[in-house]
């Protein structure tokens, strides 16, 4: 399956052809709301996207781990990691298109 990764460009075109903004204003859009998120979840705030989902910040404590080419214990600090929970509306619509994609490739006899 080949990956594919959404760019800016593509979603401020995306704003373009949907919402009829200039391309520089579609632009400007999708950086403010993308800065209003980076903002929030640098505050430790979440952020909550209906019928997407949440994105929050959560704080991982000190542990030991281990360096996997020498098997030598190495400590692991303390780090904040982002984590993002979908929505029940999103997975559905994910695990959907997976089913789709799998009816459309088997074969009858």
């Known amino acids: 399956m080949a990956e594919r990764t959404i760019t800016r460009a ?4 995306a704003v373009y052809q949907e919402v009829g903004l200039s391309r520089n204003e579609s632009a400007d859009l999708l950086e403010l709301v993308l800065s ?4 929030a979840l640098a505050q430790g705030e979440p952020v909550k996207i209906s019928s997407f989902g949440s994105f929050s910040v959560r704080s991982k404590g000190q542990r030991l781990g281990r360096n996997p080419k020498t098997g030598e214990e190495v400590p692991i600090l303390p780090r904040k990691v982002m984590v993002f929970r979908p929505s029940q509306l999103l997975k559905n619509r994910i695990n959907d298109g997976l089913s789709k994609t799998a009816q459309g490739r088997k074969t009858t006899t």
């Not at 593509?10 to 075109?13: A, G, N, Q, R």
């Not at 209003?36 to 903002?39: A, V």
């Open 36 to 39: 209003e998120i980076s903002t």
């Open 10 to 13: 593509e979603l401020s075109e």
